[in-house]
């Protein structure tokens, strides 16, 4: 699961369309991010979707998705085929194909360097690391692999480097292309890990030894790109890695004639098919809309504002239809939602009228206002932190999550004492103390309108409430250090496992994915029975009493699911996006521009 910012409105600078490219005929990709980047190393992303997006054309998992499998399949990537997994899914065990090899890199030494199931124990390791201090360690603390929480705690103790050399058992090399990982609880899911390339992709120790706190300027992978220039916050410059192995697609096409066109013209195609991708970070919508109309971005998940714009009545607009852009309806796997600090003295803690102001909060709050006027009126009501597509997903499933009533809100506020004391119109606290919300929040245009309807529902109720502007970096770290009142984003699924979306609340997991902190005894028991159980009916009854647990305390006020409407250029082919994969863009291929005869190059 990622993070991404709250709302999809993107940084803003304008892209200078058709500037002269870096290398005369080359086929450079041009895609536009959400947000800032954080770091290039998978261990410090804090779970950042766009940077992961990133890194996962640079660095490899043993496995990964068919780009046009639906359902959803996994395949090999390095690993010669799935894993061996154990009855009792415990133990999973991977065999890595060899002549694998990493891209050339002045850490080593001007020698090729083949992939070796060391690589990807060092890569787990460096998760256990307290150097890092990986805000994803929870992904692998939480299933009890043997022996690394013992090593961590040691470089703690000792305040010694972690010993990377010594042999445990939750992650060893059987040889030198073997790699098993041993888990300490059951998870049947756990070979989904295995497909993410920021959770479990390779990485040199060589590179790491080299550059140290550096390393996150340095990514080094086996992927098919590799890093060629950055500015940060700006620009991030992929190129064709030259080492990369032959790679071709070998799949089975969804029945869907998208699917079916893709499939033909990647036959027998070489990978990737663009030699350069170019990540823009552009804030804004509008100079993202127009970056997109004048030929500047190869696609565009279109901003809530311009929507209407774009598909009026929920059709292609006749303006964007002339020039023949494709537009796919996309609803998302994921969930965006506010959540409060709950070791915050005023809206934290769980005894009943702490509980009650949380309620009245999220009853308060109108998420049909923010689906309006933020979301340009697309996405689906949200009525628990899971999200579609994902396991533990009802859509009969409906609770006071989703619902708005500001006159159930003010009964409760009434009823726990936060009442007008000294007849200012604001509410105080039951002790008289005074009552003031708190919200960080982007300074993008998006977030100042989702901030405006916070105010007015906040207003209605008598609760005052201000915002905390600052950077989504910045936001990041002040979350994890507990420095956030209110705050929100959006998770999405990187695969179909609805757990993850039950782990943001899990005790252990408190300031890496669980931000709130929220800590229950009686859920995190809950929790880790459904997680040891196969999907079915008795996972699907424990996943929905941990919803309605949720529902109960409201550490989070979940707002939607959201529904992207993507636009695609006519001369960008093989653009279907994936519900869980995002290592998507070696697939893309570009046909000659209508105007220029060109592809696109790099913006001035």
């Known amino acids: 699961m990622r993070r991404r910012p709250f709302l999809k409105s993107l940084p803003g600078w304008a892209v200078a369309p058709w500037a002269a490219g870096a290398t005369s005929g080359a086929k450079v990709l041009h895609v536009a991010i959400s947000s800032g980047e954080t770091v290039l190393d998978p261990v410090q992303t804090n779970s950042d979707e766009n940077t992961s997006t990133i890194l996962s054309h640079i660095f490899e998992s043993p496995l990964g998705y068919d780009y046009l499998a639906r359902p959803v399949r996994l395949v090999p990537t390095t690993a010669v085929a799935l894993p061996d997994v154990s009855a ?188 350069e991708v170019h990540v823009n970070v552009i804030e804004e919508a509008q100079p993202r809309w127009l970056s997109f109309l004048d030929g500047s971005l190869h696609w565009l998940p279109v901003p809530a504002d311009y929507r209407t714009l774009a598909a009026p009545g929920g059709r292609l607009a006749p303006f964007l239809a002339r020039k023949n852009v494709a537009m796919h309806w996309l609803p998302q796997a994921d969930m965006s939602m506010s959540f409060f600090f709950m070791e915050d003295p005023l809206v934290g803690g769980y005894t009943p009228e702490k509980v009650a102001l949380r309620r009245a909060i999220a009853l308060a709050f109108d998420n049909a206002a923010y689906t309006r006027h933020v979301a340009g009126g697309l996405g689906v009501p949200a009525q628990s932190t899971v999200a579609p597509f994902t396991s533990g997903y009802d859509p009969g499933y409906v609770s006071e999550m989703s619902e708005h009533s500001p006159a159930r809100a003010k009964a409760l506020l009434d009823l726990y004492g936060y009442v007008d004391r000294d007849g200012d119109g604001w509410r105080e606290q039951p002790d008289g103390s005074p009552l003031l919300l708190e919200r960080a929040s982007r300074s993008t245009f998006a977030e100042r309108r989702a901030n405006e309807v916070w105010k007015r529902s906040m207003d209605a109720v008598g609760l005052r409430i201000e915002f905390d502007i600052a950077s989504w970096p910045e936001l990041l770290k002040k979350s994890r250090a507990g420095k956030l009142m209110i705050w929100g984003y959006s998770w999405t699924a990187t695969s179909p496992d609805g757990g993850f979306f039950l782990a943001i609340a899990y005790g252990p997991n408190a300031s890496e994915a669980n931000d709130p902190r929220f800590s229950l005894p009686a859920y995190d028991r809950l929790f880790e029975r459904q997680r040891v159980l196969p999907d079915g009916p008795d996972r699907e009854a424990m996943m929905r009493q941990a919803k309605d647990m949720l529902v109960a305390y409201m550490p989070f006020k979940v707002h939607q699911h959201s529904v992207l409407v993507e636009l695609v250029q006519p001369w960008t082919l093989n653009r279907w996006r994936h519900p869980f994969m995002r290592d998507t863009w070696r697939f893309v291929d570009l046909a000659p521009h209508p105007n220029s005869g060109t592809t696109p190059a790099p913006p001035a």
């Open 88 to 275: 009792d899914s415990r133990v999973f065990t991977v065999r890595i194909r060899p002549g694998i090899r990493f891209a050339d890199d002045p850490a080593f030494g001007g020698k090729p360097r083949e992939l070796v199931a060391a690589d990807y124990v060092f890569a787990l390791k460096r998760f256990y690391d307290p150097r890092w201090n990986s805000s994803d360690l929870y992904v692998f603390e939480s299933l009890k692999l043997p022996g690394l929480s013992a090593l961590r705690e040691h470089a703690v103790k000792t305040r010694r480097p972690f010993d990377y050399d010594r042999e445990v058992e939750g992650v060893r090399a059987l040889d030198r292309y073997t790699v098993r990982i041993t888990l300490g609880v059951p998870d049947p899911r756990f070979v989904y890990v295995l497909a993410d390339p920021v959770f479990t992709g390779a990485v040199a120790r060589e590179v790491v030894e080299r550059y140290g706190d550096l390393v996150g300027e340095h990514p080094v992978g086996t992927g098919p790109f590799r890093l060629k220039s950055w500015r940060r916050g700006s620009l991030i410059v992929l190129e064709r890695s030259p080492t990369f192995r032959p790679t071709r697609y070998e799949g089975t096409p969804a029945d869907h004639p998208l699917a079916r066109e893709i499939a033909v013209r990647l036959a027998g195609r070489e990978l990737p098919l663009v030699d």
